[in-house]
């Protein structure tokens, strides 16, 4: 279908695009598409859902664990299709996590590290900021209904549409975050090398946006409730700016709730990057550099077996 599309600009104009710029604007669309659905679905349900009256309340919000699928489904699918818009053009990282892994074990350039990561950041940003712009009355009701602490009129349940926070059982503590937010990180990046990884049971190149976004949902289902399942520094920092913007304050930045959390911002922005390249670097050592020994050899063993089966003849 796209031999016959003509672009919107003269040649000439275009070109220009054909390098790195073509893929910052790529990674800004892509990541754009990520928080405009995954945010999204964080104002469905926090704020769109009870103030439309199909919950049992104003307020009324994750009534029980199965709720939560909606929220994991939808950041799937929010990272299904952010990849597909983007990912013929940059690859479709729209995560610094990713980004950085590929620089360090997939020979992904240094030099394009930073303007792939501020398109990411600037991506998340434009896509809060629609987020807002759409469910504005939704969320405005939420925290006028809502008896909860309020930060500027603001409550930490409508910040949860944008940005992350730890888990009510840390304390305020670090440690926890931190790890939950490097442990996430290590499996969703591990789970998408492996899925691109054509030496290994790839699959085909039109499903793999699908199957990142199985990933995704994987992760949010299995190490979701500590800290909100961020593993994406733009994802958070992006919505997070976005918000303090907006009105959240301290809530957003530097991400402090009295009596609960303080200085939360960094956690999400470090651990996924840590996370991120033990990922890479967990599947190289036990399984990509595997794969690299049995490419260089003339005859590699099937998989699950060291050497071929012997015939029945050879047998007998």
């Known amino acids: 279908m796209a031999v016959g599309v003509p672009p919107l600009v003269r040649p000439s104009r275009l070109r220009r695009r054909g390098g790195l ?26 704020a769109a859902l009870p103030g439309s009256g199909r919950t049992a309340g104003p307020t009324t919000i994750f009534l029980g664990a199965g709720d939560w699928l909606l929220i994991t489904w939808g950041w799937a699918m929010a990272v299904t299709f952010g990849v597909y818009v983007a990912g013929g053009v940059s690859g479709a990282h729209i995560n610094p996590a990713v980004t950085l892994a590929f620089a360090v074990r997939r020979r992904f350039p240094w030099a394009k590290v930073v303007p792939y990561m501020f398109a990411q950041l600037t991506g998340a940003f434009a896509g809060a900021a629609l987020v807002y712009g759409v469910y504005h ?25 944008f940005g992350t926070f730890p888990a009510s059982y840390f304390h305020g503590g670090v440690w926890g975050p931190l790890v939950d937010q490097i442990v996430g990180t290590a499996f969703l990046v591990m789970f998408i090398v492996a899925v691109v990884d054509l030496r290994n049971t790839a699959v085909k190149a039109n499903l793999g946006p699908l199957v990142i976004g199985l990933a995704v949902a994987a992760v949010g289902m299995s190490y979701g409730a500590n800290a909100g399942y961020a593993v994406n520094p733009a994802r958070d920092f992006g919505p997070r700016l976005f918000t303090w913007l907006a009105g959240w304050q301290e809530l957003a930045l530097p991400g402090t709730l009295a009596g609960s959390f303080s200085d939360y911002f960094w956690i999400p922005i470090v651990g996924p990057l840590v996370g991120g390249v033990i990922g890479v670097l967990a599947y190289d050592l036990f399984v990509g550099d595997v794969l690299h020994i049995r490419s260089q050899s003339p005859e590699p063993p099937p998989a699950g077996r060291t050497r071929a089966a012997a015939s029945t003849d050879d047998e007998e």
């Open 137 to 161: 009355d939704a969320i405005h009701a939420f925290d006028s209904a809502s008896t909860d602490p309020k930060t500027n009129g603001h409550t930490l349940a409508t910040f949860s549409i």
């Open 21 to 46: 710029l073509g893929e910052c604007l790529a990674e800004f669309l892509g990541t754009f598409v990520l928080i405009a659905f995954g945010c999204g679905v964080g104002a469905v349900a926090v």
